[in-house]
C-alpha cells in the first residue's frame, strides 16, 4: 500500500525524520519496503510502500496504520471527526435497501446527499490521490476514494436518477445473488458473465454493481448526477475473493474486502464520505441514514493470562503494563479484575480470591485476533521486540530427521544422478492437450484428470497422472536451446481422482528420459548414442541400487512408445511402468531432433519393496569357475532371456551364483528362420572349497539338459 506521508501526519503527531518512523513501523510489523520521492508540478510528497500480512486488513489505510505507529513509538494520535449535519427530509422516503443474501452481506449502510454538481475535485485531494497510486476521476468518484484510502473501508456511489423505483417511489437497493449466467458491465465496459456464487447490488430490474468489486455502466456518476447514494457496505471475504479470482478483476476494493473490513466502521465512513462530497461537490446530506445489519454479532471477548504472556516472550511485564499495551490499540481492557465471588459461602480460603487473566473486548477492526497467543503477539509488538532481551535456545534432545520412506526417495534420486541423469522438477498442472500430443487415446485412463475451476493462461487445467508430457516439454526446451543431448529423470507425484467427495490417491512416479549422447562428447572418452539397452541398463542399476528384486522385462504396447520397441516392467509378475523408445509421431510433436528413450515407473511399488541396508556377504575366499554358453531357441517371449536365465539358475543350484546375458545374434541362414541365439556368461562359486571341473561340468550338463526340455534349446557350437 502507498501511504503519503503528509497524509499519515494528519492523525500522527511524529517529531523524527521519516525513515525513523518507517523503521519502528517495521520492526513493529508493518513493513515498509521503501520510501519514494512523489513529485507532481509544485506538490512534494514522501510516500511510504508497506508491506502487510493477509491478516491486518486494519493497517490498509492512512488512518489504521496511523493508530499503529502510535501505539507501537508512543506519539500521539490526533482523533478522527466527522461533523456534518443533515439537512432536508430523511433519506428514508427517497431509498430503500433489502439485504436478500445476509451471508454474502451482512451489513449495508446508505446515505442520500441531494444536489450535487459534479467536477473535478480540488487539487489537494488530487494530489492526495495520485501520490498513492489513484487516477482523479470527478469530485464525487473522488471523495469514495479518498475515504477508501483514509479508513480502508471501499465505497461506491450510486446516481439515484438512474435506479429503478419500487411501488413506493424509492431507489430500491437489493444485495442478492446473481442468477448463473447474468451478464452484466461494469464500469471498465468489459461485459461479466455471472454465476450464482456472485454477491450483486442490483434495483427491482438489473443488477448495477458486482459486490464490493466494480460498479456498473448503467448507475455510474457523471456530470448529470444531482441526487448520490453512497454505499458502505461489508461483504464476505469468501464469496467476493472467488468472485475477483474467477473475473480476473483485482481491484482496491477487493484487496481490502479479502483482508476483512470492520463491519461497524460502514456508517462512519459513509458520513466522512458525505462530508467531503458536500465540502467539494456541493449538496446536502439527507437526515437519517439507512442501515441494514443482519450480521449484527456480540464482541468477541478474549483473555491473557500475564503468567503466560511473559513465559512466551521471555519477558517480566507487569500485568498493568501488558494493559495499557493492549489500551494503545484501541481495546477495551478490563484489568486488574474484580473478586471473584466466594465458594460455599463462608469459605474464607475463596474469600478476596481474584481471577489474574486480562479480559479483552477485541475491537470490530481486529478480526485478526482470536485467540490468547494472539494478545501475546500484540503485547509483544507494543512493548517493542528490540526490547525483550535474547537468550540461547534450551538444549534439543532430539533433532528432527526424515523418515525411512523419505531417505528411500532421497536414496532413489541419488543412484540416478551416479548413472549420470539430472533431476528435473516440473509443475503437477498440464495442459489436457498434452495427452493428444504423447498419442494418448480417448479411453485411456490417464485423461480422468482432477481439473482447476480457472486455468492459467498457459493451459494448464489438470492435475497430470502420468509424467511423461512433462519431461517432453523439458527435452523440447533443451531442444529450443539447440542442447539434444539430455539425460534427466524425474520423482514427483501424480494424482488419481477417487470419484465423488473423496480425495485423489497420490502416489510417486519415476520418469526417465534419454537423448542423444549420454556421455555429452567429453574429451577423451569414447562417445556413447542413448538407446534402449542404456535405458534399461540404468534403470536396473537403479533398482538393484535400491536392493529390489523380482524385476522383469516384457514385450509391451504403450501408444507414446514406438510399436516393438516397448517393454513393460514388472515387479513380481506385476506391472509397474512401461519403458522404450518416443514414438515418432510424439517425437515430432515435441520438436526432438534425436531418438528419444523414456520410462516410467511406479515410484511407491518400488519404495515398498527398497531397503536401506544389505546384509553383510563375506568375500569369496575361492576362486571363481566361468563358463560361457550360447544356445539357439525360438524367437518369442516364451523365451525370452528373463525366462531363460531363471530356468539356469533353478537348474544350476547352489553353486551357480550368476548368469549374465551378453549377446543376443539371429541370422535365419545359419539358425534357421524363426530362431535366435543367447549367449550367457556363467559364474560357478563354493565359499568351502575350489570346485572342480567335475562339479561344473555336471552343472553345465543339467543346466542345457533343463533348457533343452522347456524350451528346446540347442547349444550353439559357433
Known sequence: ??????????????????????????????????????????????????????????????????????????AARLPFEVSLPPVGPPASLDID???????????????????????????????????????????????????????????????VALLAKDEQGRAKIIVRRAESGERFVSLDDQERLLEDTDVVIADPQRAVAIAGVMGGANSEVGESTFDVLIESAHFSAVLNRKTAMRLGMDTEATYRFQRVVDREGTLRAAQRSAQLIVETAGGELAAGEVDVYPGRRDPL????????????????????????HLRQLDMDVSYPPAPLPSEGGNNAASEGRTD??????????????????????????????????????????????????QRLRARLGEVLRACGLCETINLTMIDPADLDRIGLPADAPEREMLTLQRSTDEGLSGLRRTLLPSLLHAAEHNANQRVSDVALYEIDRVFIPQGGDASPEERLHLCVLMQGSYLGGRWAVRDGEADFWLLKGI???????MGVTGVT?????????????????????????????????????????????????????????????????????YPAALRDLAIVVDDNDESSAAKLLAAMQDAGGEL??????????????????????????????SPERTLTDAEVNEAMGRITEGLAAHFGATVRAS
Open 1 to 74: 500500500m502507498r501511504v503519503p506521508y503528509s497524509w499519515l501526519t494528519d492523525y500522527l503527531v511524529w517529531e523524527g525524520s521519516v525513515e525513523e518512523l518507517a523503521h519502528r513501523l517495521t520492526m513493529a510489523g508493518a513493513e515498509v519496503e521503501e520510501i519514494q520521492d512523489w513529485t507532481d508540478g509544485a506538490a512534494q510528497d514522501k510516500v511510504l510502500l508497506t508491506k502487510l500480512t493477509a491478516n491486518r486488513g486494519d493497517l490498509l489505510s492512512v488512518y489504521g496504520l496511523a493508530r499503529h505507529a502510535s501505539a507501537t513509538t508512543g
Open 97 to 159: 435497501v433489502e439485504i436478500a443474501d445476509p451471508v454474502g452481506c451482512p451489513r449495508y449502510s446508505a446515505l442520500l446527499v441531494r444536489g450535487v454538481k459534479v467536477g473535478p475535485s480540488p487539487r489537494w485531494m488530487q494530489e492526495r490521490l495520485l501520490a498513492a497510486g489513484m487516477r482523479p476521476i470527478n469530485s464525487v468518484v473522488d471523495c469514495t476514494n479518498y475515504v477508501m484510502w483514509e479508513l480502508g473501508q471501499p465505497l461506491h456511489a450510486f446516481d
Open 301 to 324: 471477548v478474549v483473555s491473557v493470562r500475564p503468567e503466560r504472556a511473559n513465559a512466551i516472550l521471555g519477558t517480566e511485564i507487569p500485568p498493568t503494563d501488558m494493559a495499557e
Open 356 to 405: 489474574t487473566a486480562i479480559r479483552v473486548t477485541v475491537p470490530s477492526f481486529r478480526p485478526d485476533i482470536e485467540r490468547e497467543i494472539d494478545l501475546i503477539e500484540e503485547i509483544g509488538v507494543v512493548h517493542g521486540y528490540e526490547n525483550i532481551a535474547g537468550t540461547l535456545p534450551a538444549v534439543i534432545d532430539e533433532a528432527g530427521t526424515l523418515t525411512e520412506r
Open 539 to 545: 534403470l536396473q542399476e537403479a533398482l538393484d541400487g
Open 553 to 621: 522385462w516384457e514385450r509391451g504396447k504403450h501408444p507414446t512408445f514406438r510399436a516393438g520397441h516397448c517393454a513393460v516392467v514388472k515387479l513380481d509378475g506385476e506391472p509397474i511402468g512401461y519403458a522404450g523408445e518416443v514414438a515418432s509421431a510424439v517425437q515430432q510433436e515435441f520438436g526432438l531432433p534425436r531418438r528419444a528413450y523414456m520410462a516410467e515407473l511406479d515410484a511407491e511399488a518400488i519404495l515398498d519393496r527398497a531397503t536401506l541396508y544389505r546384509p553383510y556377504q563375506p568375500l569369496a575366499r
Open 656 to 685: 551357480l551364483v550368476s548368469v549374465e546375458p551378453f549377446d543376443v545374434f539371429v541370422n535365419p541362414e545359419r539358425l534357421g528362420a524363426g530362431k535366435r541365439s543367447i549367449a550367457f556368461s556363467l559364474t560357478f562359486q
